[in-house]
């Protein structure tokens, strides 16, 4: 079953390719999306990464939670 964690503090320049690389380093992702303000363009720094399996999604919030991505803590 797959499970949909919320991922805050993205750095603005990240795409959601390389949120889905980094998450892919623990388990198998199904689904990335960076949230985007509708007036700007540009990143509102919060998404949405859908994984596979619930086992992927723990072992994703206990390796990657506190972490830093791109000199930003997520």
């Known amino acids: 079953m797959e499970k949909k964690l919320f991922v805050g503090s993205i750095p603005f320049q990240a ?6 690389e980094l998450f892919a380093t623990i388990g198998e ?11 700007t363009g540009q990143s509102r720094g919060f998404g949405f990464v859908e994984m596979v399996s619930e ?5 994703a919030i206990e390796s ?3 972490s830093t991505f791109m000199e930003r803590t997520i």
């Open 15 to 20: 795409t959601e390719e390389a949120v889905a």
């Open 29 to 39: 992702v199904s689904s990335c999306k960076i949230i985007i303000d509708s007036q």
């Open 55 to 59: 086992e992927d999604a723990s072992r």
């Open 64 to 66: 990657l939670n506190g």
